[in-house]
């Protein structure tokens, strides 16, 4: 008995918690949008029983007043006619407005929740987004944001209009209770209750039915994109893929469908006719009682404010355009969005604190480090000693796989290792905050994003954490031989980098890796000490590649630097060549030497300058 | 009117979908869209008997009356188990017809420019609310049966009362321009909307450029960046709704002064003592019905509206140069392919991106095509493709077939096969992502035979569910490829068709190392000259000369111009171009 109670309060209280969440996220829009929509829907709310009550009153006056003439009549109930007309007007004009209302706070709420999903996946450890599972949970809760789906914030501004509607009711239970009798009243609300409470009852099991379909329609979803993006636009035509796509969505959506029909009617067909039946019964009594009670007594306010008043909890059991669904489902969000916060950001790991400035390249290195991704039990890096000295340029190779973008996301300070240290300028890498060693890093990661914003911002990036300095931006991007692209854009630096914006241009791959070496250079320039580039010229043609390298030592002047890369014309320009081979360095040493001693290195780059040294060398 | 085109479209898909669904819904809804107008008259019924002192007949009307409040309550959601299940259907459709217009009907080039983006974009969004057009397009239907009985019952009591309805065209009116002002609102604000989910998308879509982001400590600028950029939208989106709200308020404003004189009329008549006070309540009861009505009606109607604008959309995308499908050419035996003078110029470009490109490429060929970026290479890799009609001269094959868009499915792109610089990550099981290469024939024998094709054996043996593991993390936690293995995959698919008469792959392997692309190449060419009988002929772009030299034919792009071709030997002795770069490349290596 007592467990059974206990489990009700608290699934009362469960389900308090996630109304108050939601409502929690309100003064986020802005604490006047906020007052201004709330007086909105409490205007909004009475004026209904407003106009019912006063056109009762108009017309009980008119029906009992002795007959003096229907002109003098009707200017003796002027006020409540006015009263009565101006509700309903009223009425009409702020139905819009508060739709107009939500709207924006919704907007509003979804602008702070979608930084507050960024700021989170920013901001995660580095073995939790790298989770696929992760990144499935974030692109699952963001899709609503982006396609104007029913999200948290949308729900919470839909809670004004509900607030109307509970407002409504109320207002018609006590006319009826003066007017017919206070039990019939109470009967009416609280059957109204019930039938609400079973509706929203349904609406929840329906939501947990229908995201339950989640994945199903995540690939429905995805086909749609395959068959309309322009990322694809290309294979769809080579390939004549339409037809055999058109197929596959078709296959695939019913198969979604059928299950998805057939939880829809069990939830929402059997219960409903139960409901219409109990909502007849409590009707008939309704109507029964006002015919009781005003019957013959010629009490015309009562029965015409009755009349109209009864139909309000008997209707409060419909459905609910502005709220029903906006409020289940932003419940629903807002409890992802919080779980999605929670598990990203896990487990306060103990970050570091010391803080860093560095002046000359620091001297890096690598002391028996070993490394597995969680979870997956694979070792990428086993004993690894590697020292990146002082103001020199260090090359790493080694076949695919051979753990080379792992040793990067080390020495950025993203995963620490499962064993060993790895330190700079002695001290422990774990023990810098993240966000000096940060400002100390230019990287170019071999999968650079091209952002679709101003070509500004596409080498601001580089070093985010101090304030644009348009001279070093300048001179980044001269050194990265990108002045050109500047010159060429109509906007130049200010030239949106996606042909899809007004006045926005598309970059080359060529191009693209230009930049993405201004962006380094900008973040060496705002006093980035150690570079590290993946493949920085694997998109660069062959005089371009030519011209960087033999920048290469101008460019790396005065920094440690970190070059992985496939080609010999890059790795032999490095001070020195670390292999990488099963998770440790194999063979470490200079160009000549490595030749020399006649190992990997050696047999890699004879074979590749045979290919040259034929006929014609 | 775009909203009537919608409502015959909707109805005609609906009832084409499912005629069993389509009739219970129509039945259900006009039940349940009758039974308002007739709880007024309920109503009046009820006052009047329960005012006249005959209580068994008022309770006799009321438990009538308490049937029809549970019809109109509930009908229409008994209908939308029905209705839902119809615009489901609707949606799957309309999406595959979109399928059909963006790739099958639209040039290559036209499909590229910003505003067929856009509209196919806005297309695409516009359909995901089908559902819902589905149901306004219903319930408008009830809707204006509704109207028109409670028109029918006002008129019966007074004549005057009909002009009602008729003050309402003055909301419809209203409801124009405010959609027309939400419209123009919603198009200038797109791109912004389109910045702020790109910059979402980099934080929340994928773990590379979520790694990147966090490499370079840009929580900061990027929220702010979208922050703006969202607003900005917001903005746009707000001024365009408040237009459209003060406009509809003027509309009410019409309509409400011709609300006010209605009530005015039978208070006058009640006062006078003609109307009982049963007629007064029913037509208070109709009159508040019909302005819920008339704004029910013109909402549905700005929703369907915004639908007929979707399906204005598709029409207008299905209009964008619509390529003439010729007949289709027979096969004809493989032979070689010749350019004459092919020209291509980018629309909106002020300069042709390829020009003049007159050259013969014998059949059974390895060619590479060199040049620096920007020279046109990947321009010229598609025009071969068959994917833009060149803007002077043509492309044919020795049988005179010609290489256009225009060829159609059952010509020349079976003769082709492709693989695009930025080939698209097709996020489904290996067996589909590599096999819709040639889906006539995507078994998984064949899906084998490419990727052994494209040396991707260990990526296949490395897979956990084999040919079906999911590739992507999109709808389900599938394997992520590195960028190398991804261009193995698209490789792969390029090399479904074991038949093409031209492969071209334009850098198929930047992301392997120069060895692993040699190798590659090494298998290539060797498979090319050893079968016997295969006279396809081979095409790639390349970097690494010490690939490119293996080719049979070496094509020089600069500028837009072929400017030399012939063989490695050849081309150095000529002491070019190509003689420059290649002894750049190979200074690496002495």
């Known amino acids: 008995m007592g467990a059974a109670l206990a489990k009700v309060t608290g699934r009362a209280r469960d389900r308090w918690r996630t109304w108050t969440r939601l409502a929690a996220l309100l003064p986020q829009a802005g604490s006047p949008l906020v007052a201004l929509s709330a007086l909105v829907a409490v205007i909004c709310g009475l004026l209904p029983i407003t106009f019912i009550v006063s056109m009762g009153y108009v017309l009980n006056e008119l029906t009992s007043s002795p007959a003096t003439g229907a002109a003098e009549a009707l200017r003796s109930v002027a006020t409540a006619l006015g009263l009565a007309l101006g509700a309903f007007a009223l009425q009409q004009f702020l139905a819009p407005l508060q739709a107009l209302l939500s709207d924006l706070i919704g907007r509003r709420l979804d602008g702070a929740g979608i930084a507050g999903v960024m700021s989170s996946a920013i901001r995660a450890p580095l073995a939790t987004t790298e989770q696929q599972d992760t990144i499935t949970r974030l692109t699952t809760t963001t899709v609503n944001f982006l396609y104007a789906g029913l999200t948290a914030g949308r729900g919470a501004a839909a809670l004004l209009p509900m607030a109307s509607r509970y407002l409504d009711l109320v207002a018609a239970v006590v006319v009826i209770g003066v007017t017919i009798s206070w039990p019939v009243a109470l009967l009416l609300g609280l059957a109204a209750m019930v039938v609400r409470f079973a509706r929203r009852g349904s609406l929840g099991r329906f939501s947990q039915l229908w995201s339950g379909f989640r994945g199903e329609r995540q690939k429905i979803f995805y086909l749609q994109s395959i068959g309309i993006d322009d990322d694809s636009a290309k294979e769809m035509r080579a390939l004549h893929l339409a037809p055999w796509l058109t197929d596959r969505h078709t296959r695939d959506s019913q198969a979604y469908l059928d299950p998805l029909w057939q939880g829809r009617r069990k939830i929402y067909f059997g219960p409903f006719i139960g409901y219409s039946i109990f909502g007849w019964v409590v009707a008939v009594l309704a109507f029964a009682a006002i015919a009781w009670q005003t019957s013959g007594r010629a009490e015309v306010l009562g029965l015409a404010v009755a009349v109209q008043a009864v139909l309000v909890p008997l209707r409060f059991g419909a459905h609910f355009p502005d709220s029903d669904t906006e409020t289940q489902y932003g419940l629903q969000a807002a409890n992802d969005l919080a779980d999605l916060h929670r598990d990203l950001t896990g487990p306060a790991g103990q970050a570091g604190r010391k803080r860093l400035t560095l002046t000359a390249p620091p001297t890096i290195r690598f002391e028996d480090v070993s490394f597995a991704y969680p979870g997956s039990g694979r070792t990428v890096l086993s004993g690894l000693d590697l020292t990146l000295r002082s103001g020199t340029s260090t090359a790493v190779v080694g076949i695919n796989g051979a753990g080379k973008t792992t040793l990067v996301k080390q020495l950025c300070g993203l995963y620490p290792p499962s064993a060993g240290r790895i330190t700079v300028e002695g001290l422990d890498l774990k023990e810098i905050a993240r966000d000096d060693w940060r400002r100390h890093v230019a990287v170019i990661l071999q999968d650079f994003v091209q952002y679709e914003t101003t070509l500004r911002d596409n080498v601001f990036f580089g070093a985010p954490g101090y304030p644009l300095d348009e001279d070093a931006l300048a001179d980044a991007i001269d050194r990265a031989a990108a002045r050109g692209i500047v010159d060429d854009l109509p906007n130049g630096l200010d030239t949106i980098l996606s042909p899809a914006y007004e006045g926005g241009v598309g970059l080359s791959g060529g191009q693209w890796q230009r930049l993405a070496l201004a962006r380094a250079l900008y973040a060496v320039n705002m006093g980035a000490r150690l570079l590290v580039l993946d493949e920085p010229t694997a998109q660069l043609d062959v005089r371009s590649e030519a011209a960087f390298f033999d920048r290469f030592l101008h460019l790396t002047e005065g920094l440690t630097t970190l070059v992985i890369s496939h080609r010999f014309s890059t790795v032999r320009r490095a001070g020195s060549i670390a292999v990488l081979s099963g998770g440790r360095v194999t063979e470490y040493g200079g160009h000549d030497e490595l030749i020399d001693s006649g190992g990997t290195y050696a047999e890699m780059f004879r074979l590749q300058a045979d290919r040259f040294t034929g006929e014609d060398a | ?590």
Not at chain 2, 409 to 423: A, H, L, T
Not at chain 2, 463 to 489: A, D, F, H, M
Not at chain 2, 494 to 507: G, I, K, P, Y
Request: proline share 2%.
């Open chain 2, 1 to 590: 009117m775009k909203a009537f085109r919608g409502v015959r479209a909707l109805l005609g898909l609906a009832w084409r979908l499912d005629r069993a669904r389509f009739t219970r819904v129509a039945l259900l809804m006009v039940a349940r869209y009758l039974a308002a107008p007739l709880i007024a008259l309920g109503l009046a019924w009820f006052v009047d008997a329960a005012l006249g002192g005959d209580t068994s007949r008022a309770v006799l009307v009321g438990v009538v009356l308490a049937a029809l409040v549970v019809i109109d309550l509930s009908f229409e959601h008994f209908a939308h188990l029905s209705y839902y299940e119809l615009g489901e259907l609707a949606h799957r459709t309309l999406n595959e017809d979109l399928f059909a217009l963006a790739n099958e009907r639209a040039s290559l080039e036209r499909r590229e420019q910003a505003d067929y983006a856009d509209k196919l974009q806005l297309a695409r969004e516009g359909l995901e609310s089908t559902l819902f057009a589905v149901e306004s397009v219903l319930q408008f239907c009830g809707l204006l049966i509704q109207i028109t009985i409670t028109t029918y019952l006002l008129a019966a009591q007074d004549l005057v009362l009909i002009l009602l309805p008729v003050l309402a065209f003055a909301l419809v009116a209203a409801s124009q321009f405010a959609h027309r002002a939400r419209q123009r609102a919603e198009e200038s604000g797109a791109q912004y909307t389109r910045q702020a989910n790109h910059l979402l998308e980099l934080a929340t879509f994928s773990s590379s450029t979520l790694l990147e982001l966090q490499m370079l400590g840009l929580q900061d600028a990027i929220i702010a960046r979208q922050r703006e950029a969202w607003d900005r939208a917001t903005a746009i989106r707000w001024r365009g709704q408040l237009t459209a709200a003060l406009i509809q308020c003027g509309g009410q404003l019409v309509f409400i002064s011709g609300y006010a004189g209605a009530i005015l009329l039978i208070l006058w008549e009640v006062a006078s003592g003609r109307a009982t006070v049963g007629v007064f309540v029913l037509v208070l009861a109709l009159t508040v019905q019909m302005g819920g009505q008339v704004v029910a009606v013109v909402d549905l109607l700005t929703e369907l509206q915004r639908f007929g604008v979707t399906l204005d959309r598709m029409d207008w995308l299905r209009q964008q140069g619509a390529a003439n499908c010729a007949p289709a050419q027979p096969s004809a035996p493989a032979g070689g392919i010749r350019l004459e003078g092919v020209t291509f110029q980018y629309p909106g470009r002020d300069t042709p991106a390829v020009r003049d490109i007159t050259v013969d490429i014998p059949a059974g060929a390895v060619v590479a095509l060199v040049g620096e970026n920007g020279a046109g290479k990947s321009t010229l890799v598609k025009l071969l493709c068959g994917m833009y009609t060149p803007t002077a001269g043509r492309i044919v094959y020795s049988d005179g077939t010609e290489v256009t868009p225009a060829s159609g499915n059952e010509g020349i792109r079976d003769r082709v096969s492709c693989m695009f610089q930025d080939f698209a990550r097709l996020q489904l099981s290996v067996l589909d992502s590599v096999g819709v290469g040639d889906v006539r024939d995507q078994g998984p024998h064949q899906v084998s035979a490419a990727l052994a094709a494209a040396g991707a054996t260990d990526l296949e043996e490395s897979l956990p569910n084999g040919l079906s593991t999911v590739l992507g993390t999109r709808y389900v936690p599938g394997l992520e490829l590195s960028g190398g293995q991804w261009q193995k995959i698209a490789l792969a698919r390029a090399l479904m068709r074991s038949r093409a008469e031209l492969v071209a792959l334009d850098e198929p392997a930047a992301a392997l190392d120069a060895a692993g692309e040699h190798a590659l190449f090494e298998r290539f060419t060797e498979t090319a000259r050893q079968t016997t009988g295969r006279e396809g002929i081979t095409l790639f772009v390349s970097h690494r000369f010490s690939t490119v030299r293996m080719a049979d034919y070496i094509l020089v792009l600069e500028g837009g111009r072929i400017t030399q071709a012939g063989r490695h030997e050849d081309l150095m002795r000529t002491g070019s171009v190509y003689a420059d770069l290649y002894r750049l490349q190979a200074r690496a290596y002495t």
